[in-house]
């Protein structure tokens, strides 16, 4: 994790976000702040071309609108052609059927990574992978969101998040108290899966808006350090789940950092952006528990 913390800030991964309304100039912020430079390009015309240059690319669909989903979607060609890692923020999957939907079609567009809550990942996994135990709009299982909240255990989701990451072959992390980052070997089936959890964050990253929007946007620009490569060269085969693990780890430990000077939600979104940008390797060894298996 320290090394892709030193890799981030050396490469300033440059990440183009097709993302909602609410969270875009806090999104920017935190990307700024961890040591990436945002770029906001997500209508139609120019999302397409743009992917093809960008280190990386967040899909959110947070607030979508006819527009934003052809964007996305020519985002998505963009960084398909040219092999650009991107990450896919299924907001609310399991509740709107269109935006269901669309999640699903992305979802089997090969995202480098899928992040969301629980409930979330259950959702989509039932959609792409037919999870029979997981939560679909009017089909029982998982307890499903309420908006954009999830009311499962990450623990829960576990299976699903399995099932999603062999049908799509993306890293999936699903976010709340403890992250689970999982992931299975590309081209080999049944493989055995690589498993993470991490234990870091504060609750209060959950009372402000936008620390889990941002945090697919700070995947999407780790993915993107990590295609680079040290100094710039892209590496033999870069390891997009630890990418992914690093992220998590780089947010969750600043919102430890941050809530030991904020004790509400307004001070501590002004200072968990300054503690994204004041961490350093000493603090994520001191801060992240990490269990493989």
Known sequence: MSARLDQLRSTTPLVQCLTNTVVTQFTANVLLAAGASPAMVDTPDEAGDFATVASGVLVNLGTPTAAMYQAMRAAVNGATATGTPWVLDPVACGGPATRSA???????????AIRGNPSEIRALAALVAGSPEDNVPGSGGATGGRGVDSTDAVESAEPA???LARATGAVIAVSGPRDLIISVPDSVPDS?????????????MQRVVGTGCS????????????????????????????AVVAAHAHAGAAGILAARTASAPGSFAVAWLDALDALTTDHLAELVGVNDH
């Open 215 to 242: 945090l697919g946007a700070l995947t999407a620009a780790y993915l993107g350090a990590e295609n680079a490569g040290p100094a710039g060269h892209t590496p033999a085969a870069p390891d997009r789940h630890a």
């Open 102 to 112: 669309v999640a699903a079609e992305l979802a089997l567009r090969h995202p480098t």
């Open 192 to 204: 055995l899966p690589q498993v993470t959890w991490l234990t870091s964050g504060d609750p209060l």
């Open 161 to 163: 998040a399995l099932a």
